[in-house]
């Protein structure tokens, strides 16, 4: 573990296991700027050019400890912005930003957004009330709730989470959305959830194209603005983006988008996400008030949300950026081979590929142009450092599940 120096940064990156924290750590690092990052794991963007220095907190994350961890990192280091990405790290500061922000500028929108944005009934009242179109769908808090919901909403059907995070008595939790075909997988998923205290939102599976819309929105102007669709998704109905493409922002979903923005006043970066039905129609999924994992493929194409979201959280003057290159595909290489796995796995479940189909599309995209997340022929170091811990975790996975059982000796 790297103990704190008396170094100036300008940034902070938080969560830099995350495919975004690196893109962010490159981004700012080529602006010239001093960049270091901190996880809980020596991560591959420690490995990178541009971090100066990557810290390694000796506490879980969203835990007391790290925070401690983290105020012990920015006292002497100086960092002006600190930029977070994971569920977890933005609710704990949050839960501290009186005592974090008169030491360090949070590159998170205010409070009165922020409550809004991440949970996603509040959003999507916010939306029903602009006229944006929702999934079908109801609040369902209890497993007795369940029966109504599957009369009213019907199967296939996805059970999500109203917040993505939720604090328990030691520590939170980060909880996700799940897929359910029968009544049995309903209730489970629904009780599943209740348990853990969340407020479960029952809706309608969309089997259509996902699109999303991206913005660097401040002071009432939008100084950016990227979209995107999804080709392939881990899990394959419906998650992080795997394989995709910039288009256009589309004249439906990219209206909807702003004045959902502005209606919240949800300022510095956001992705609002939408699910199109078999028929085109568009419907709001959600919105992300922080850095996607899906954000390098904006910042290739000419968008660059991380230096942007560090300007606007100095609080000096922000870049208006008016054009990007469309048509640019990228790709998530190991992602989109969990997702072929998934696929063979999950055969005949809705939104998921046939597994020929999925097996053909895997390697034919490899003939296609595009980039692939992480790999930088810049900063090499970083991706082979990645390639390294993805094959020897694959590898321990395999031996487990190849080992034979133990003999019961007693």
Same mark, same amino acid.
């Given at each position: 573990m790297r103990t704190p120096t008396a170094k100036a940064f300008d940034a902070l990156v938080l969560d830099a296991r995350l495919r975004q924290s690196l893109v962010a750590v490159r981004s700012l690092g080529r602006r010239g700027l001093s960049i270091a990052a901190l996880d809980v794991l020596n991560v591959p963007a420690f490995s990178s050019r541009w971090c100066r220095q990557g810290f390694v907190s000796p506490a879980d994350d969203a835990t007391d400890g790290?925070?401690?961890?983290?105020?012990?990192?920015?006292?002497?280091?100086?960092?002006?912005?600190?930029?977070?990405?994971?569920?977890?790290?933005?609710?704990?500061?949050?839960?501290?930003?009186?005592?974090?922000?008169?030491?360090?500028r949070l590159a998170l929108a205010k409070e009165p957004a922020m409550t809004i944005a991440i949970n996603k009934e509040q959003t999507l009242a916010v939306a029903k009330r602009l006229g944006v179109s929702v999934p079908r769908g109801l609040v369902v808090r209890a497993v007795s709730e369940v029966p109504a919901a599957l009369r009213d909403v019907g199967l296939p059907a996805v059970v999500k989470p109203s917040e993505s995070w939720v604090w328990g008595d030691s520590r939170?939790?980060?909880?996700?959305?799940?897929?359910?075909?029968?009544?049995?997988?309903?209730?489970?998923?629904?009780?599943?959830?209740?348990?853990?205290?969340?407020?479960?939102?029952?809706?309608?599976?969309?089997?259509?194209?996902?699109?999303?819309?991206?913005?660097l929105y401040a002071g009432g102007v939008i100084y950016a603005r990227f979209a995107q669709w999804a080709k392939r998704m881990s899990p394959?109905?419906?998650?992080?983006?795997?394989?995709?493409?910039?288009?256009?922002?589309?004249?439906?979903?990219?209206?909807?988008?702003?004045?959902?923005?502005?209606?919240?006043?949800? %300022?510095? +970066?956001?992705?609002?996400?939408?699910? !199109?039905?078999? @028929? $085109?129609?568009?419907?709001?999924?959600?919105?992300?008030? /922080?850095?996607?994992?899906?954000?390098?493929?904006?910042?290739?194409?000419?968008?660059?949300?991380?230096?942007?979201?560090?300007?606007?959280?100095?609080?000096?003057?922000?870049?208006?950026? %008016?054009? +990007?290159?469309?048509?640019?595909?990228? !790709?998530?290489? @190991? $992602?989109?081979?969990?997702?072929?796995?998934?696929?063979? /796995?999950?055969?005949?479940?809705?939104?998921?590929?046939?597994?020929?189909?999925?097996?053909?599309?895997?390697?034919?995209?490899?003939?296609?142009?595009?980039?692939?997340?992480?790999?930088?022929?810049?900063?090499?170091?970083?991706?082979l450092k990645a390639a390294k811990d993805f094959t020897r975790h694959s590898v321990t996975a395999l031996k487990g599940k190849l080992a034979p059982p133990r003999k019961n000796l007693a």
């Open positions: 790290y925070l401690a961890y983290l105020e012990q990192v920015l006292a002497p280091s100086g960092a002006s912005v600190l930029i977070p990405s994971a569920d977890g790290t933005i609710a704990l500061l949050r839960r501290h930003r009186a005592r974090l922000e008169p030491h360090v939170g939790v980060r909880v996700v959305s799940q897929l359910v075909t029968t009544p049995d997988e309903a209730t489970r998923a629904v009780a599943e959830l209740t348990h853990l205290g969340c407020v479960t939102l029952f809706q309608e599976f969309l089997p259509g194209r996902r699109e999303a819309v991206s913005f394959p109905w419906g998650g992080e983006s795997i394989l995709r493409q910039s288009i256009p922002v589309p004249a439906d979903i990219g209206d909807q988008a702003e004045r959902l923005v502005r209606e919240i006043d949800l %300022e510095g +970066y956001s992705e609002v996400e939408f699910r !199109r039905d078999r @028929a $085109g129609v568009p419907y709001l999924m959600e919105v992300n008030p /922080r850095l996607s994992a899906s954000v390098e493929m904006a910042v290739r194409s000419g968008v660059d949300f991380p230096y942007l979201l560090y300007q606007w959280a100095l609080g000096g003057p922000v870049d208006k950026v %008016e054009t +990007y290159r469309v048509g640019n595909w990228m !790709r998530y290489l @190991a $992602g989109d081979l969990m997702t072929t796995i998934a696929a063979l /796995r999950l055969r005949g479940r809705p939104g998921v590929a046939r597994p020929a189909r999925a097996v053909l599309d895997f390697g034919l995209s490899f003939f296609k142009p595009m980039g692939y997340d992480c790999a930088d022929w810049r900063d090499l170091l970083p991706t």
